[in-house]
């Protein structure tokens, strides 16, 4: 059973930074890609980044690219979302999710940015940016 648990989150002034962080435990962290979703309030969960289990690949939505940066280190068992120049809209529940990568038949990164690829997830930590 893999789980999730996102750390980090908080609240931050316009232009501020953050950095989120995805703890994985119960399996090999290093055979999942990850991913950052979002969800604000009365709005659907969107996609934010993914990386691919080998950090080789990387893919940003366009309302995060040139502010956020999604990375992840397996010694760690870990993945991150650096966050910068933070916005008013980009307050909302952060979540990190996980899904087998390696070994699979193979999907383009751009695939990971759809809710359907992942099939573990955390519970969320909440960002907010005051204006």
């Known amino acids: 059973q893999v789980q999730l648990e996102e750390s980090g989150g908080g609240w931050v002034q316009t232009g501020g930074s953050l950095r989120l962080s995805c703890a994985v435990s119960?399996?090999?962290?290093?055979?999942?890609?990850v991913g950052w979703f979002r969800q604000a309030p009365g709005k659907d969960r969107e996609f934010g980044a993914a990386i691919s289990w080998s950090g080789g690949n990387t893919f940003h939505a366009g309302s995060v690219t040139g502010r956020f940066s999604i990375s992840s280190n397996n010694a760690e068992n870990t993945g991150y979302l650096h966050m910068n120049s933070l916005k008013p809209e980009d307050t909302a529940v952060y979540y990190c999710?996980?899904?087998?990568?390696?070994?699979?038949?193979?999907?383009?990164?751009?695939?990971?940015?759809?809710?359907?690829?992942?099939?573990?997830w955390g519970q969320g930590t909440q960002v907010t940016v005051s204006s």
């Open positions: 119960g399996h090999a962290f290093s055979s999942y890609a």
């Open positions: 999710a996980a899904t087998q990568q390696r070994g699979t038949y193979y999907k383009p990164i751009n695939y990971y940015t759809a809710l359907s690829a992942y099939d573990n």
